[in-house]
């Protein structure tokens, strides 16, 4: 992140989606807006979700500040980033000028280069003695027809991560909900060793319920990530092979780079402009 001067008198707005059933949902978002706030970046850090409070409706309300970068903390683009956020908040377009304010709409974390890194070094710290050659790391997501944009994300994502040469045997992508099934994550790959990446912003009923059961970790959905070891059984021996699986990717304390990084192109896009 460069030229942190020049926001000294702004505003970082984050977005998130939270939830009323997951207590881990808004923890992310949360964390990354205390460790922001702490490096004193920006004059203000705030957050909003459209499943708690503060709702993205009011959040331009929470600032004095009249500049404010707002940052989806979301996985891709999609509904949410395209239509509910620019409603909510009254966006026009990149940047919007409402009560005495100029609103700087960023582009979701989930989309920057950046988030690269930050799944390879997930899949280090995963499992950094094995072999990588005799490796699989399968970056998973829900897949949806509802949001091809979802699904876009993890491939590029996957893309990404093969031209780095990290030398694992296999970097694959799979899904809850569309083909390749994560279920059937022993079909995909003949290596003895396979990193399960969820590609989720929180550890919600995704990756703490729905995921280790298709993966056959569990045989029901149990308590919240927070109340449970599920990550931390690693590894688990399935179905022939050893099997690690990760906290969802948007838990990194590094997420806080990204969202860095989203700021500083915003404003270098605006600056070229």
Same mark, same amino acid.
């Given at each position: 992140?460069?030229?942190?001067?020049? +926001?000294?008198d702004?505003?970082?707005?984050?977005?998130?989606?939270?939830?009323?059933?997951?207590?881990d949902?808004?923890?992310?978002?949360?964390?990354?807006a205390?460790e922001?706030?702490?490096?004193?970046?920006?004059?203000?850090?705030?957050?909003? #979700?459209?499943k708690?409070e503060?709702?993205?409706?009011?959040?331009? =309300?929470? #600032?004095?500040?009249e500049?404010? =970068?707002?940052?989806?903390? #979301?996985?891709?683009e999609?509904y949410?980033?395209?239509?509910?956020?620019?409603?909510?908040?009254g966006?026009?377009?990149?940047?919007?000028?409402?009560?005495?304010?100029?609103?700087? =709409?960023?582009?979701p974390?989930?989309?920057?280069?950046?988030?690269?890194?930050?799944?390879?070094?997930?899949?280090?710290?995963?499992?950094?003695?094995?072999?990588?050659?005799?490796?699989?790391?399968?970056?998973?997501?829900h897949?949806?027809?509802l949001?091809?944009?979802?699904?876009?994300?993890?491939r590029?994502?996957?893309?990404?991560?093969?031209?780095?040469?990290?030398?694992?045997?296999?970097?694959?992508?799979?899904?809850?909900?569309?083909?390749?099934?994560?279920?059937?994550?022993?079909?995909?790959?003949? +290596?003895p060793?396979?990193?399960?990446?969820? #590609?989720?912003?929180?550890?919600?009923?995704?990756?703490?319920?729905?995921?280790?059961?298709l993966?056959?970790i569990?045989?029901?959905?149990?308590?919240a990530?927070?109340?449970r070891?599920?990550?931390?059984?690693?590894?688990?021996?399935?179905r022939?092979?050893s099997?690690? =699986?990760?906290?969802?990717i948007?838990?990194?304390?590094s997420?806080?780079?990204?969202?860095?990084?989203?700021?500083?192109?915003?404003?270098?896009?605006?600056?070229a402009?």
């Open positions: 992140m460069n030229d942190l001067a020049r +926001l000294a702004s505003a970082l707005l984050l977005l998130g989606h939270g939830s009323t059933e997951n207590p949902s808004s923890a992310p978002t949360l964390a990354h205390d922001i706030r702490r490096r004193g970046i920006f004059a203000e850090v705030q957050c909003a #979700f459209w708690e503060p709702g993205f409706s009011i959040s331009d =309300y929470l #600032f004095e500040s500049t404010i =970068y707002a940052v989806p903390n #979301f996985i891709s999609g949410f980033t395209r239509e509910v956020i620019p409603r909510e908040l966006l026009e377009g990149p940047s919007t000028r409402r009560n005495g304010k100029v609103i700087h =709409y960023c582009d974390v989930g989309i920057h280069t950046s988030m690269t890194r930050l799944l390879a070094g997930r899949a280090r710290e995963l499992a950094p003695d094995i072999p990588v050659q005799e490796t699989a790391l399968i970056i998973v997501g897949g949806t027809g949001n091809a944009k979802s699904t876009e994300a993890i590029v994502q996957v893309d990404r991560l093969e031209a780095l040469g990290l030398g694992y045997g296999q970097i694959l992508d799979a899904y809850m909900e569309e083909a390749p099934f994560i279920a059937d994550w022993d079909q995909l790959t003949p +290596l060793n396979v990193l399960v990446v969820p #590609f989720f912003i929180a550890d919600g009923l995704h990756s703490y319920q729905d995921i280790p059961v993966l056959g569990e045989s029901a959905p149990t308590a990530a927070s109340q070891d599920v990550f931390r059984q690693n590894p688990v021996h399935l022939g092979r099997l690690w =699986y990760s906290r969802s948007g838990t990194d304390p997420l806080v780079d990204v969202i860095l990084d989203q700021v500083h192109d915003f404003q270098s896009a605006a600056a402009a």
